[in-house]
T-cell receptor
Framework: KAGVTQTPRYLIKTRGQQVTLSCSPI?????VSWYQQTPGQGLQFLFE???????NKGNFPGRFSGRQFSNSRSEMNVSTLELGDSALYLC??????????????FGPGTRLLVL | GENVEQHPSTLSVQEGDSAVIKCTYS??????FPWYKQELGKRPQLIID?????GEKKDQRIAVTLNKTAKHFSLHITETQPEDSAVYFC?????????????FGQGTTLQVKP
């Protein structure tokens, strides 16, 4: 099976702009989680989508949003970009079939630079 | 709140030695504890995980131990090799109702010297 893919891989934006990142999970996986990775804060949970519904949300401002489509692909959007939003954005997918915790498989990430 | 503390932040060992990384979690409802390895410029990859009904799990040179009473879990790598050099992250999750949410430690940069 193909792994988790993310597009674009690199992105440069300026403050105030908005950005949309895409994540395609492993075929058959129904849950997609998003994480922000920075040198200072490490890996922080943004939100998780399952069956097109946001099931969990981390402690990020409302400028960060997401959605999931019927084919389980997910997008996240960041509006009114700030310099501090520069980070590697990782998505991870899991089967979510058993109701319990399952392995999350990560994509390669989208590196966002805000100037 | 939910928090995972990871120590040490950097670890340097000689090839063939053992390496131990320790994590402490705050949420007593956590019951799933994965470890990820992230090489420079690459995605995090799961190397081993443990669930709260198990105290220890081994996979070749890697082992994880869990002490639920103390809310500690540790990664043990034996006979380290230069290719083990990477950043290692521990994580904790409640599982069930919070299936998709992993709380990560700050990471440990492991350097294995040949």
């Amino acid at each position: 099976k193909a792994g988790v893919t993310q597009t674009p891989r690199y992105l440069i934006k300026t403050r105030g702009q908005q950005v949309t990142l895409s994540c395609s999970p492993i075929s058959g996986h129904r849950s997609v989680s998003w994480y922000q990775q920075t040198p200072g804060q490490g890996l922080q949970f943004l939100f998780e989508y399952f069956s097109e519904t946001q099931r969990n949300k981390g402690n990020f401002p409302g400028r960060f949003s997401g959605r999931q489509f019927s084919n389980s692909r997910s997008e996240m959007n960041v509006s009114t970009l700030e310099l501090g939003d520069s980070a590697l954005y990782l998505c991870a997918s899991s089967l979510a079939a058993s109701g319990g915790q399952e392995t999350q498989y990560f994509g390669p990430g989208t590196r966002l630079l805000v100037l | 709140g939910e928090n995972v503390e990871q120590h040490p932040s950097t670890l340097s060992v000689q090839e063939g030695d053992s390496a131990v990384i320790k994590c402490t979690y705050s949420d007593s409802a956590s019951n799933y504890f994965p470890w990820y390895k992230q090489e420079l410029g690459k995605r995090p990859q799961l190397i081993i995980d443990i669930r709260s009904n198990v105290g220890e799990k081994k996979d070749q040179r890697i082992a994880v131990t869990l002490n639920k009473t103390a809310k500690h879990f540790s990664l043990h790598i034996t006979e380290t090799q230069p290719e083990d050099s990477a950043v290692y992250f521990c994580a904790a999750s409640r599982g069930s109702s919070n299936t998709g949410k992993l709380i990560f430690g700050q990471g440990t940069t492991l350097q294995v010297k040949p």
